[in-house]
């Protein structure tokens, strides 16, 4: 069974800090990944897609991607209570995505 | 564009009872998949399907079962329904997994089995 792990929080932070989000996934032939935001009723809603070794950055968002140690972050900087959500990392098993059972992040004011 | 539209958005079932939740994309997808998400444990894939006429089972298929006759629909249909099978499902379509190929969510159908 291919996994992906994350700890499922909550993470609580600072309304101004960043918050730092971590997934490891078991599969070596994974190549691509990606963060999802859902929130509390809602569907999952795209955030960030990664496919190489490094960083890459999106407004207030940045995705690492490390193959070799087999894990994935999102940093999510300035971070405001809107961000205060369920996030979602999923990586690419075959014809479709295996999703980690998600992180809750909490932004206080 | 709707994206990607499911049906119904709620629905109360009693065991045995059986039911079809649609779901229907724009989006000229060949890709579309089935998730059921429990709270707490993450989204699980149910059923799949690369194109028309093509479907494969996913991690959890019991008890369900799917049909791809046209690129736009992919309806989930559940037998004899269980209370085991109260969950939120989702349906997703995109582009083939890889660059660019991440899920368009529809917004989901709660199903409760009494």
């Known amino acids: 069974q291919k996994e992906v792990e994350q700890n ?3 993470l609580s932070v600072p309304e101004g800090a960043i918050a730092s989000l971590n997934c490891t996934y078991s599969d070596r032939g994974s190549q691509s ?3 999802y935001r859902q929130y509390s009723g809602k569907s999952p809603e795209l955030i960030m897609s990664i496919y190489s070794n490094g960083d890459k950055e999106d407004g207030r968002f940045t995705a690492q991607l490390n193959k070799a140690s087999q894990y994935v972050s999102l940093l999510i900087r300035d971070s405001q209570p809107s961000d205060s959500a369920t996030y979602l990392c999923a990586v690419s098993a075959g014809y479709a995505l295996n999703f980690g059972k998600g992180t809750s992040l909490l932004v206080t004011p | 564009n709707a994206g990607v539209t499911q049906t119904p958005k709620f629905r109360i079932l009693k065991i045995g009872q ?3 939740l649609q779901c ?3 989006m000229n997808h060949n ?3 089935w998730y059921r998400q ?3 444990m993450g989204l699980k894939l149910i059923y799949y399907s690369v194109g028309a006429g093509i479907t494969d089972k996913g991690e959890v298929p019991n008890g369900y079962n799917v049909s791809r006759s046209t690129t736009e629909d992919f309806p989930l249909r559940l037998e004899l329904a269980a209370p085991s099978q109260t969950s939120v499902y989702f349906c ?3 582009q083939p997994v890889g660059q660019e190929g991440s899920y368009t969510f529809g917004s989901g159908t709660r199903l409760t089995v009494v």
């Open chain 1, 8 to 10: 499922s929080g909550p």
């Open chain 1, 33 to 35: 990944f990606f963060w």
């Open chain 2, 18 to 20: 059986s039911m079809t």
């Open chain 2, 24 to 26: 229907a994309q724009d």
């Open chain 2, 31 to 33: 890709y579309m998949y």
């Open chain 2, 38 to 40: 429990d709270p707490g």
């Open chain 2, 92 to 94: 997703a379509s995109s």
